[in-house]
């Protein structure tokens, strides 16, 4: 079985996440592509299926830092 | 089940660092990132929660503002809403958009849509008014539960925690209510990819002020926009005898 359909949807969501990436989109297409490039000639199903289940953990992870960078930001900004 | 009406505003981004322009007219808006108001996202998705819980039939984005207010009610619908409004105001007459006039609109739509619930972002981080909520409640005749934190509806009324100075106030009101988000009433979901890919397709209708019988004429003129004062660098003393003298000098002795 392939995982090409499950790997390319995640390189998508992570590229749409790092559109708001702090330090800056290339600077996080770079390194997201290079991650992506560095595996790609893996063809244990096992690691395979690990990786993809790292990236999901990433994409959590980021969302959780959008959310806390906003609410930081703006209860600074207004004292709440 | 209640309808649910959301105000959603386009605003410059939170994290883009405003730059006045040169005339004092303004601020610098072309060519800089803007998003969904960080309250509204808030609003947006307590709306989404009360529908997930089956106990809101229809969220209604509403935006206005120029086409790429659009692009917030595509935000809105990703995140849950079922529909859009947009009501079209360009050029001039968005300089001078006031929340009075924002609060007319979004009153004529809730009646016009037989709306149960209004739900707004309490302030926009780009004019800080903290006003829409409040004036389309006045225009309603509805009552208002603002600066929410926490909402639990009921079947006929709604019980709300609001976050006032140095406390909490729960007030009970009954449906039809206008609610304003504070910033801890929830944490807003993000904006999937493929969310946004189905928000495409749900329905955005176009709308003017006129449409609406909204008079959008400026109520009052900006005199001028300037930049907050710049801190003056703080100095390192030597000893303490230093310190003294320089707040004496200063006068603060």
Known sequence: MSYRREVVQLYKTLLHLGKDYPSGYDFFRKRLHRAFMKNKDENDPEKIKNMIAHGQYIVKELEALYMLKKYRTLKRRYDL | ???????????????????????????????????????????????????????????????????????????????????????????????????????????????????????????????????????????????????????????????????????????????????????????????????IMKAKKKPIAKVTPKDLGVDVSPRITVVSVEDPPVREPGVILPDVDALVAKLKEGGHV
Not at chain 2, 14 to 30: H, L, Q
Not at chain 2, 60 to 80: D, F, H, K, N, Y
Not at chain 2, 122 to 140: E, P, R
Not at chain 2, 172 to 184: E, F, G, H, Y
């Open chain 2, 1 to 195: 089940m209640a309808r649910v009406l959301v105000g959603v505003k386009r605003v410059i981004d939170y994290a883009v660092k405003i730059r006045v322009k040169p005339d004092k007219s303004g601020v610098v808006t072309d060519g800089v990132k803007h998003s969904m108001n960080p309250f509204d996202e808030i609003a947006i998705e307590e709306a989404v929660r009360l529908k997930e819980k089956k106990l809101a039939s229809e969220i209604i984005a509403v935006s206005c503002g120029p086409t790429q207010s659009q692009e917030v009610i595509r935000t809105a619908l990703a995140m849950g809403a079922d529909k859009g409004i947009h009501v079209e105001v360009s050029g001039k007459d968005y300089e001078t958009l006031q929340p009075i006039h924002v609060s007319k609109i979004l009153a004529k739509i809730a009646q016009n849509e037989k709306v149960d619930m209004v739900i707004v972002g309490k302030q926009a981080i780009d004019d800080d008014s903290n006003q829409t909520a409040q004036m389309t409640a006045a225009v309603l005749d509805w009552p208002q539960a603002t600066f929410a934190s926490k909402v639990e509806k009921g079947d006929k009324e709604i019980t709300v925690t609001r976050e006032v100075d140095g406390g909490l106030e729960t007030i009970k009101c009954k449906l039809p209510v206008v609610i304003s988000a504070d910033l801890r009433l929830n944490e807003p979901r993000y904006a999937t990819l493929p969310n």
